[in-house]
């Protein structure tokens, strides 16, 4: 094998020390060159499977490839990760609906009924109104759910996309944070405009965690902002939960790691508050 430094050497010998990859080196005879040329492979197979380590739920993974396990794979002469279904994954597509599309990891078994109080009877009065509305009127406004850690918006959002989806409505659930992360690792592989063109076009669209992400430039001009100008024109729902409020999104949007721009964040809210309700979840932390 070729030198390493010293934290690189730990790392390896802990990737010789889990069996799958113990077991998949042995079985494919790979040599230390080969395994030096996919090194960046093996360790990051190791960091994606360790993800799923005392895994406990669907409702806790922490795969960006939502209820996908990680398996080494070798054709020819390459070495790669593909992805497969957990028990978790398998079990739960018993209640997920084709309708319903998951680009998270967030997305939460919603088997159980949404807890009812009086903090919570305007959400949820909204939130009947729409699903009960939505067949005779789809081109209705969203709502964006905004508050503090905990309160329950990611599992009312998740709830009224299951029951759509239910009566045969075609909806996607973005875990946003890890949405933006998979548009990074997509800009060079390609495949941004398809995924982009996907969240334009569905029916009804839900937004995990705004804010959560890192903002760039490029995912606010490039690829929000096209998603909601195509949603506003065509009045397709949106939904989205959020810890910021109404008044704090243009300063979320308009900073980057490069520069302060509020007219172009100020495009982007315009479009989010034509697109929405705002509604505040004034509630005790569950978790």
Do not use: W
């Not at 040599?31 to 409702?59: I, P, R, W």
Request: with cysteine; glycine share 4%.
């Amino acid at each position: 094998m070729k030198k390493q430094n010293l934290s690189e050497r730990k790392f390896i010998q802990e990737l010789l020390k889990d069996q799958d990859i113990v077991s998949f080196i042995d079985e494919y005879k790979i040599s230390d060159d080969l395994f030096d040329t996919y090194l960046e492979t093996f360790m990051a197979y190791y960091v994606k499977k360790s993800a799923c380590k005392n895994c406990q739920g669907l409702k806790n993974c922490k795969q960006t490839r939502f209820g996908l396990a990680p398996i080494l794979v070798k054709d020819g002469a390459y070495i790669d990760i593909d992805y497969f279904e957990c028990s978790y994954k398998e079990e739960n597509n018993k209640f997920n609906s084709p309708h319903l599309h998951l680009y998270n990891s967030s997305f939460i078994n919603v088997n159980e009924k949404i807890f009812v109080n009086e903090n919570r009877d305007e959400v949820l009065r909204f939130y009947k109104k729409f699903l009960e509305s939505y067949e005779s009127n789809p081109h209705q406004l969203g709502m964006y759910l905004h508050g503090s850690y905990g309160t329950g918006k990611s599992y009312i959002m998740a709830s009224l996309a299951k029951s759509l989806a239910d009566k045969h409505v075609d909806c996607a659930f973005v875990y946003y944070p890890d949405f933006v992360r998979m548009v990074k690792s997509m800009i060079l592989t390609g495949g941004v405009n398809k995924l982009v063109d996907e969240l334009k076009r569905v029916p009804v669209l839900f937004l995990d965690d705004f804010g959560g992400e890192s903002n760039t430039n490029f995912i606010r001009d490039e690829v929000l902002l096209p998603i909601l100008q195509y949603r506003m024109v065509n009045k397709l729902p949106l939904f989205i939960t959020s810890n910021l409020s109404d008044k704090q999104i243009v300063d979320h949007l308009a900073e980057s790691s490069k520069d302060i721009d509020v007219i172009k964040a100020s495009r982007v809210f315009e479009r989010i508050r034509s697109l929405v309700v705002f509604k505040e979840l004034k509630d005790k932390n569950y978790r």
